[in-house]
């Protein structure tokens, strides 16, 4: 490719050369495609052009990558997003139009997926070498409709950006095997070797997107794993007709990488889940370990080359595959084998709540892979041993970190009993898994937890997607160094009492909040109110992260105004975005509750102006890359103690949003930043949470003693404009528990959101705090978090 021809030229010769068109006959896919075939072209050229290999090599393992688009942002990266829109603009064509094409890479399902996303860029833009591995998933998680007041999933198609951004990589393919029956061989010395005989072999293909730095050299790989039968067909069948059966065993193989996170509430989901777990890992391990042999000869030294992080427990399964293949085919003894997979895979912790840790029968896992259960049972029966010998006299630390226990294999124990490090993901996280969940491994091994709050490409989710407040940042900081430097941010708290700053912050986000408004009008035909608040809900929707008491506070606003119809009220605009897992039936009736109530108060007369209630649909990252630079109030409403950090969070705070939340998660850190001024803190902290479970909490009681609660309750149950009732929702709250303490927390975060909007009707008063926002979000950028993995865990 030359590289020193015009960017038109260049998009001139792709038409040509893969489409044998002329601009003037190409669509706008097809401008898209030319684009996306160049840019990936430069990042090849640039990768093998400044390759060099590594002492050491990070190898990121997570079953989700919410990648979002990749058009706009290589172009960012490369240095040519300007250069780029104008060549599309020469071309004839509306640049906006041709980044609005590529769909979304959804491989991922929330938080998880796009932080793994986040730290692929930044591992890039900080020099690091490292590759990320997943699946590469057929369809998405799904594309979300409402139809009817409910949810509806669709199946979501990436192919026409999966063609263009991934290369396979045919040398790299290897064969995954399933099932079949394990046989021992003794020889005459006593050494045990074993073999498995009528497997189903599977074969990985590796299909590899370049990942460009900013503002560097480096390109990294993110290496995904497609499924496919060895064989396409079965001749025999299909000549005597049998044309289905014929094709079953591609079928088979090729529904292992078909959709993330398949539905498991029976025993063929869960098989299929655990065939997507071992299907990646041992892909992933297989070539590390081909590709350590051919350039080192020996596997002696391969923990020294090399260090795997786990992004939660769906890769757990690479300890015992990495065991097998040193074992089996390296010759190693047990301890041999240990002494280097135990030093070279650390493992991030993504949850508090117990019964969110990953569990498997263990008769699905025997029959699936065998050998790899019998090295688990191997690894239990030592764990066993030490455990009864660190922990004689109490059987509540023994049972909690059994890595097999009641027929489950618990996946969390294989990490904390093998993992040199583990990490939380927030301050307040941390200190609770050292102190409730992994308090046992914590107490005789305190240097083996540490703490890496997550973090967010802030290029991405600031100059990026809001390049208006991007270019003030730069303005105001002197030059565009935040970009490489984030915690030059800081640096924008002396501009609080400008109040040209403050007036221009102020028009850049009424702009942003006009163009989301212009988009939801045009893809939903819902028309926004722009000179009222943004409040905004965004996150998978669960029952700990409480989008329904965001729902029982609109629902009691709305009381308020037909009882006070003349009271002053600052126009607020309410937006929910979110997707419910397909067997996650109460987060199903959520989203239909929210829908109820928008339809609800949006054909209210005494709510008009005033309140309103949106739901988006198919909320992703694209549509996100609209809303957070839109939003004014962030929701972060999570239960104290629930959330392990959020990131969602981060990114609204960096666009200026103003956050309402409880003490959990990153909330903790960012409230210690921001104080009282600048952020509304509301509920139980973690601690009395934890207080009033034992003490005995009653939410009947509440709901007998606080008439606006008892209100709103009895409206949601009776059914509002629909006639819908929700009295099975209201039931879990008042008879049920109330297990994420929502009525426990309602009269504080009324209160909490009385108090924030008074402030926010004061214009210079809200400029201020969401400039303080801005400022103080640096230290939650991911370049931040990588460094700290590379300095506390990775040593690269």
């Not at 079953?248 to 498991?264: G, N, S």
């Not at 809900?537 to 009691?556: D, F, G, N, P, T």
């Not at 962030?634 to 949003?657: F, I």
């Not at 640096?778 to 590379?790: I, Q």
């Amino acid at each position: 490719m030359n590289e020193n021809k015009p960017l038109k030229q260049l998009l001139e010769d792709k038409l040509k050369a893969h489409f044998g068109i002329e601009p003037e006959s190409a669509s706008t896919q097809d401008i898209f495609c030319a684009c996306a075939i160049l840019l990936r072209e430069k990042a090849a050229y640039r990768r093998a052009k400044y390759s060099e290999g590594a002492p050491r090599e990070l190898h990121y393992l997570s079953m989700e990558f919410l990648m979002g688009r990749s058009l706009a942002k290589n172009a960012f990266n490369l240095g040519i997003l300007d250069e780029l829109t104008a060549a599309i603009e020469d071309l004839g064509f509306n640049a906006a139009d041709i980044f609005e094409a590529e769909p979304d890479a959804g491989l991922g399902n929330g938080g998880l997926g796009r932080l793994a996303a986040c730290y692929m860029d930044s591992m890039a833009s900080e020099n690091l070498p490292a590759t990320g591995y997943s699946l590469c998933y057929e369809l998405g998680m799904f594309r979300q409709e409402i139809r009817g007041g409910k949810q509806v999933e669709r199946s979501d198609t990436w192919q026409l950006a999966a063609d263009n951004w991934l290369v396979p990589d045919y040398d790299d393919s290897v064969e995954v095997s399933f099932g079949g029956v394990l046989e021992e061989n003794w020889d005459y010395s006593g050494k045990c070797t074993t073999s498995i005989k009528g497997a189903t072999t599977v074969l990985a293909l590796p299909r590899d997107m370049l990942i460009t730095g900013f503002n560097t050299d480096r390109v990294n790989t993110l290496r995904l794993w497609e499924a496919r039968s060895p064989r396409s067909i079965d001749m025999s069948l299909f000549s005597g007709g049998e044309y289905i059966r014929a094709m079953e065993q591609r079928t088979m193989a090729e529904v292992i990488t078909k959709i993330l996170y398949p539905a498991d509430e029976h025993v063929a989901g869960k098989i299929l889940r655990l065939q997507q777990q071992y299907f990646f890992v041992s892909a992933t391990a297989q070539t590390i370990v081909r590709r350590h042999r051919a350039k080192y000869g020996t596997v002696h030294d391969f923990a020294k080359r090399h260090v795997f992080q786990i992004n939660d427990t769906h890769p757990t399964l690479i300890i015992p595959e990495l065991m097998r293949i040193f074992m089996d085919e390296d010759n190693l003894g047990w301890d041999e084998a240990w002494n280097i997979v135990s030093p070279c895979v650390a493992y991030t912790n993504h949850t508090v709540m117990v019964e969110a840790l990953e569990t498997w029968p263990q008769e699905l896992i025997s029959s699936q892979m065998p050998r790899i259960w019998q090295i688990i049972r191997e690894m239990d029966r030592r764990h066993r041993k030490y455990l009864f010998e660190t922990f004689p006299y109490d059987e509540g630390a023994i049972s909690r970190n059994l890595i097999i226990h009641e027929g489950m294999v618990h996946m969390a124990n294989i990490c904390t009993s093998t993992c040199f490090r583990i990490n939380g993901v927030s301050e307040l996280h941390t200190s609770i898994l050292r102190a409730e969940l992994f308090r046992d491994m914590a107490s005789k091994n305190p240097q083996k937890l540490v703490n890496v709050t997550n973090g967010i490409d802030h290029r991405r989710w600031l100059a990026q997607i809001n390049p208006d407040l991007g270019s003030l940042v730069s303005q105001l900081l002197g030059s565009d160094s935040y970009l490489t430097h984030p915690e030059r941010l800081i640096e924008l708290d002396n501009f609080a009492s400008s109040s040209a700053v403050l007036t221009r912050l102020e028009e850049i986000k009424h702009a942003n909040k006009e163009r989301f408004a212009e988009y939801l009008l045009r893809v939903q035909g819902v028309k926004l109110n722009t000179n009222a608040v943004f409040d905004v809900q965004v996150k998978r929707l669960h029952e700990y992260k409480r989008q329904l008491l965001c729902a029982m506070l609109i629902a009691s606003l709305q009381d308020r105004l037909h009882t006070y119809p003349d009271a002053s009220f600052l126009p607020r605009t309410f937006i929910f975005g979110a997707k419910a897992a397909s067997g996650y039936a109460v987060a199903k009736r959520i989203i239909s509750l929210l829908c109820s109530l928008s339809d609800d108060i949006n054909n209210d007369p005494a709510c008009e102006g005033k309140l309103q209630v949106v739901f988006v649909e198919n909320y992703r990252v694209s549509v996100a890359e609209k809303l957070i630079p839109a939003s004014q109030v962030s929701e972060q409403l999570s239960t104290a103690g629930k959330e392990a950090s959020g990131t969602g969070n981060m990114k609204l705070m960096m666009n200026g949003a103003v956050t309402i939340g409880t003490l959990d998660g990153a909330n903790v850190e960012m409230y210690n930043r921001l104080g009282d001024e600048n952020m509304a803190l509301f509920g139980l902290r973690a601690s009395e949470v934890n207080s009033l479970r034992q003490r005995g909490y009653n939410p009947l009681d509440i709901y007998k003693t606080n008439d606006s609660l008892r209100w709103v309750l009895n409206r949601f149950s009776r059914g509002l404009r629909d006639h819908e009732s929700y009295s099975d929702l209201v039931s879990r709250l008042v008879y049920g528990g109330d297990e994420y303490m929502l009525l426990a927390d309602f009269d504080s975060y009324v209160s909490a959101h009385d108090k924030l909007y008074a402030m926010m009707a004061d214009t210079q008063k809200r400029a201020e705090a969401s400039l303080h926002n801005i400022a103080r979000s640096g230290v939650f950028a991911a370049d931040r978090a990588v460094s700290e993995y590379n300095e506390k865990i990775w040593k690269l």
